[in-house]
């Protein structure tokens, strides 16, 4: 099934990719019709026209995914929604990592392990929510545990692969509507 | 520690120059010909002083030599130690910069508490490094031989030994990529000799057949946590640029022959080792002149960036020959490096400049009377400016359109009378 779907950058849509792999069969649906932004001011500004242009394309469905950031989540959320509330999307959804899409990746203690070849088991926040810089948060875990380089644009999806969809929606509430989202399509 | 602003004056068209550095990332935009390889050039002068010996001349020989100066501030843990340099230079073939004689003072006030500027050479510094028991005396002895060098000098010098030693360190770390190093892989040799118990093979600077020799070489290290971290960047499971790499070795033997005065003859075995390196794409083998500019540019400059241990980078147009998906991963592996040590890059893209913080962005400028000028970008705003871009950021778009839109070319009120940045 093809869904559109609007981020901010690359290495969103491959997490997200990772994850709904998690969530459904991969065969079943691709991320081809994509818009990515390359920042936050312009996905605001094109979220509508973009999401029309995925409908013209043929998407039934939508997923919007933009970083909370220093936004209020409440005008993000209200903005977003708007852009794209009344286009005939069976279904869509707007996905606000808190703060950014990292926190969704220091859940999973094991899976950070494993991707970086840990001898230790690192501690991570049990709250990753409320990190204000995850990247920076994840980054000094990976130095500290295992002496290695962490690159957002490599390990984030080779992380997202790795890691326990379960922790995930538990830890972070904002992605705790996502896998009924996905079943719900796929049903 | 890093650099924290510099001051050229009379090099090039930096006839008089001063800006502040960022201590992770500067990225400098402007027009084509407004100095920002010349900055670039300049700051590799620093490297130079450090790895050739030169010494002070009180005057220039000749009319071809140009006096240049340098001044550079380092912040060693919120320290200031000053660097001032005179420079003798010419312009050499390939546009290389030769340095005839210098002047190299140091001011050393917020180390030593002495506000006096002291005489000692860069290589004077890295060499102290190389030579160890004479560690400090050597240096004094240098100094002393010096006529204008005073007791009180010595003393300085004894007690900012340390944190001396740190610049030079800092400095000899410095590496430059530029856009044409590792551009036209068809140049590239399709096999190269190595002599067994050697570890470099000829091949000069960082030309392609020097790359592939620094490639087999770390493939070949008894560490191998550096080559797997960079394979595992370029490789399948990160970039894709290729599924593998593989060395064939054919092991040679020749003989050397010399003949001595008397007619003595001397024979040497040499065992050889002929390294033929494939790259695994798609199922296919491809040599290395088999691959694209793209790919070979990245998997060069990724190999630099990953595996050389260097406290400053600098990177020219990194966006060369690079489609914007893996530009976007370059980019983010540059700002991931850049928290550890201290990156400039130059840049013409728009979309590279889409993906870094506006914090970090200068701009150059050249105007005929005045040189290169290099200004923060929102350090030089008005308040208004600021406000309008930081709206335009939160709500409308990216820096690079921003920029491409001419809306940050507000230094002068007239663009006709000089370049648009
Ligand atoms: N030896 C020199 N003496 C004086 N000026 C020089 C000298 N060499 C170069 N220049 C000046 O510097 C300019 C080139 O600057 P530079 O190569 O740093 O530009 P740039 O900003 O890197 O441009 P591009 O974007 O095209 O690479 C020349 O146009 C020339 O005016
Ligand atoms: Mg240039």
């Known amino acids: 099934m093809e869904i559109g779907i609007i981020a901010e950058e690359y290495s969103d849509l491959d997490v997200l990719h990772e994850l709904t792999a998690k969530i459904v069969d991969v065969r079943r649906f691709s991320f081809g019709r994509k818009f990515i932004a390359h920042g936050c001011g312009k996905l605001r500004k094109k979220c509508r026209v973009w999401a029309e242009i995925l409908i013209k394309k043929g998407c039934r469905h939508l997923i919007v995914l933009h970083d909370l950031d220093n936004n209020s989540q409440d005008e993000l959320r209200t903005f977003l929604n708007r852009s794209v509330a009344d286009l005939n999307f069976s279904g869509y959804i707007i996905l606000i990592p808190k703060h950014e899409i990292e926190a969704w990746l220091l859940v999973d203690a094991n899976a950070l392990k494993k991707v970086f070849g840990m001898s230790k088991m690192p501690s991570v926040p049990s709250s990753p929510e409320l990190i204000l810089e995850p990247k920076e948060k994840l980054e000094e875990i990976v130095r500290k545990y295992s002496g290695k380089q962490y690159f957002n644009s490599i390990h984030n999806r080779i992380i997202a692969n790795r890691l326990e969809i379960r922790l995930l929606k538990r830890k972070c509430l904002s992605f705790a509507d996502y896998p009924s989202f996905i079943n719900r399509i796929f049903s | ?338 928290r550890g040590k201290q990156i400039i890059v130059s840049t013409h893209s728009d979309f590279v400049l889409d993906k870094v913080n506006v914090e970090s962005v200068y701009k150059v400028t050249k105007k005929a009377n005045e040189g290169t000028k290099v200004s923060h970008l929102t350090k030089s705003m008005t308040k208004k400016e600021l406000a309008a871009l930081r709206h335009y950021l939160n709500n409308e778009g990216n820096l690079g359109e921003y920029w491409r839109q001419g809306a940050l070319d507000t230094s002068y009120g007239n663009w006709n009378n000089s370049r648009r940045v």
């Open chain 2, 1 to 338: 520690m890093f650099i924290k602003k510099m001051q050229f004056k009379n090099y090039k068209s930096c006839l008089d120059t001063t800006f502040k550095l960022d201590p992770n990332l500067s990225v400098l935009i402007g027009p084509n010909s407004s100095g920002k390889t010349n900055v670039l050039t300049a700051m590799l002068l620093l490297h130079k002083l450090l790895q050739e010996r030169h010494f002070p001349q009180e005057e220039a020989d000749d009319q071809y030599t140009v006096q240049c100066k340098i001044k550079v501030w380092f912040d060693l843990n919120g320290k200031e130690i000053i660097f001032s340099a005179g420079l003798n230079t010419y312009v050499a073939e390939e546009n290389r910069d030769v340095i005839v004689s210098s002047k190299q003072r140091w001011y050393l006030k917020d180390i030593t508490g002495d506000s006096k500027w002291i005489t000692v050479p860069l290589w004077v510094l890295l060499e102290m490094k190389s030579r160890s028991g004479l560690q400090i005396r050597w240096p004094i002895h240098f100094l002393r031989r010096s006529k204008k060098t005073t007791e009180a000098d010595v003393k300085i010098f004894n007690k900012a030994f340390g944190p001396l030693s740190y610049v030079a360190e800092y400095i000899s770390g410095m590496k430059y990529y530029s856009a044409s190093q590792f551009t036209n892989p068809s140049r590239c040799p399709i096999s190269f000799e190595i002599e067994v118990g050697r570890k470099r093979s000829r091949g000069s600077g960082r030309s392609p057949m020097r790359f592939l020799s620094d490639l087999y070489n770390q493939s070949k290290d008894k560490d191998k946590s550096k080559y797997n971290d960079y394979f595992e960047v370029i490789g399948p499971s990160g970039m894709r640029l290729v599924d593998d790499i593989i060395f064939k070795e054919i092991t040679t033997s020749s003989t050397e022959v010399s003949v001595r005065s008397g007619g003595k003859i001397h024979k040497r075995k040499l065992k050889k080792i002929l390294v033929v390196p494939k790259f695994k794409i798609d199922k296919h083998k491809l040599s290395p002149n088999q691959l694209s500019e793209g790919t070979f540019k990245t998997i060069a400059l990724l190999f630099y960036l990953m595996t050389e241990i260097g406290s400053i980078l600098l990177i020219e147009e990194p966006e060369v020959c690079i489609h914007h998906g893996l530009l976007s991963s370059i980019i983010e592996l540059i700002k991931s490096y850049s």
